[in-house]
């Protein structure tokens, strides 16, 4: 299973090749969803992550789905069966969990959505191998081993390729991305909390713009 999520006009085949970032968003306003999106596709980051840690995460997921075309929006914290329902009627395009089980599995599948599955150990990484998934998250990034530990795993697993999230920022981001078996990297340091307070989204525009630079 790949993670095939390709923006409107882009040639990419895979969520993990769209852009070097996936904007990481923890919505609690939803009137706050729409200009945010704007702010982020016009700055380069069409890929957004909104997550299902706060009550107004599915009508975020669903506002912008509905009002922003140019954005490839999916629905981050998903943790049972029951949110990958609610984030497919949403309108997400596609999944992404912290950690996974054979039940979480299971909904993932049966979507029909690209997802990309969360682990932090090599036994979790051969699992999802041994199940044909070769795209996956690696969560918490920093905390799990960073990019020494990344870099440990191309050689026997080069199959294997990440989205570390967990901890990045605009200065670790460019160390991910040059590893291998890294496509891209997701982090929140383009939404900074009193930017968004504002509604400052030249701001997050611009911020997002210097992470889109990230890979060149």
Known sequence: MTSTAPSPGSPASSLLDLAPVIPVVIVQDVDQAVPLARALVAGGLPVIEVTF?????????????????????GAGTVLSPE????????????????????????????????????????????????RGVEEMKFFPAEAAGGTPYLKALASPLPQARFCPTGGVNAATAPQYLALPNVGCVGGTWMLPADALDAGDWGRVESLAREAAALRG
Do not use: C, H, K, N
């Open 53 to 73: 840690r706060t009550p107004a995460a599915a009508d975020a997921i669903r506002a912008i789905a509905e009002e922003v075309p140019d954005a490839v929006v």
């Open 83 to 130: 949110q990958v329902e609610t984030a497919v009627a949403a309108g997400s395009r596609f999944l992404v969990t912290p950690g996974w089980t054979d039940r979480l599995m299971g909904a993932l599948d049966a979507s029909g959505l690209p997802y990309l599955p969360g682990v932090s150990t090599t036994s979790e990484v051969v699992a999802l191998l041994e």
